[in-house]
C-alpha cells in the first residue's frame, strides 16, 4: 500500500541553526500536507502543496513539493524555541475521490536555547 | 466561536469492553474525520463521515465504528477492546473539500 517516510526521526540544534525534513511517497500524490504537533498537543495545520515543483514561504518556513509530486520538504531558516514539536507530511493519493491522507511517521525537532 | 471539541479526555478500559468516543466539530464545518495516534507514531485513519454518512475508511476493522449526528457531531465506537487500541484517538473538522482540518485535542484511551 501507499507510504509516506519522513527523515530524519529526530533532529536537535541550536537556536539560530537551520533545520530540515525530507517527506517521500511510494506513490504520486495529488497534494501534501504539512502539520506541527508540539508535545502534548494536537497536529495544526501549517500547508497544503498542490502543483508539481511548488514553492511556498510562511516567515521561518520554506516548503516544496517535488517536480514528480513524491516528494516535499520543510525548511525553518533560524530555528527559535517555539519551532520545538514533531512536524508530520501527509499526502493524498491521486484518486479525486480520495478523502484519506496517509501520514509520514514525523520529525520531532528539540532547540537548544 | 469553539473550535473541535472532544470528550471525554482521558478513558481507561480493560480489553473486551466497548468505548464511545465524542466530536463536536468547529462551528460550520460539515466533514469529521477520525484518527488514532499511538505513541511516537503518525495518526492514522480511521474513517470521515459527512452527511451522516461513512464516506472514507481507512484499514481498520470493523471493530471500529461511528455515527455523525445531525448537527454535524460525530461519535467513534470501539467494540472487544484490545491493549493494541491504547493510544489518543483525535478528532478532525473540515468543510466538505476543504484544505484545511482542525483537529480536537484528542482522547487518550488506554486499555489494561
Known amino acids: 500500500g501507499q507510504q509516506v517516510m519522513q527523515i530524519p526521526q529526530y533532529q536537535h540544534v541550536q537556536e539560530g541553526e537551520d533545520f530540515t525534513t525530507y517527506c517521500n511517497s511510494s506513490t504520486t500524490l495529488s497534494n501534501i500536507q504539512w502539520y506541527k504537533q508540539r508535545p502534548g498537543g494536537h497536529p495544526v495545520f501549517l500547508i497544503q502543496l498542490v502543483k508539481s515543483g511548488e514553492v511556498k514561504k510562511q516567515k521561518r518556513l520554506t516548503f516544496q513539493f517535488g517536480e514528480a509530486k513524491k516528494n516535499s520538504s520543510l525548511h525553518i531558516t533560524a530555528t527559535q524555541t517555539t519551532d520545538v514539536g514533531t512536524y508530520f507530511c501527509a499526502g493524498r493519493n491521486l484518486d479525486g475521490n480520495n478523502r484519506k491522507l496517509i501520514w509520514g511517521l514525523g520529525t520531532s525537532l528539540a532547540v537548544n536555547p | 466561536d469553539a473550535g473541535v471539541t472532544q470528550s471525554p479526555t482521558h478513558l481507561i478500559k480493560t480489553r473486551g469492553q466497548q468505548v464511545t468516543l465524542r466530536c463536536s466539530p468547529k462551528s460550520g464545518h460539515d466533514t469529521v474525520s477520525w484518527y488514532q495516534q499511538a505513541l511516537g507514531q503518525g495518526p492514522q485513519f480511521i474513517f470521515q463521515?459527512?452527511?451522516?454518512?461513512?464516506?472514507q475508511r481507512g484499514n481498520f476493522p470493523d471493530r471500529f465504528s461511528g455515527h455523525q449526528f445531525p448537527n454535524y457531531s460525530s461519535e467513534l465506537n470501539v467494540n472487544a477492546l484490545l491493549l493494541g487500541d491504547s493510544a489518543l484517538y483525535l478528532c478532525?473538522?473540515?468543510?466538505?473539500?476543504?484544505?484545511?482540518?482542525?483537529f480536537g485535542p484528542g482522547t487518550r484511551l488506554t486499555v489494561l
Open positions: 478532525a473538522s473540515s468543510l466538505d473539500r476543504g484544505v484545511e482540518q482542525f
Open positions: 463521515y459527512y452527511e451522516e454518512e461513512e464516506r
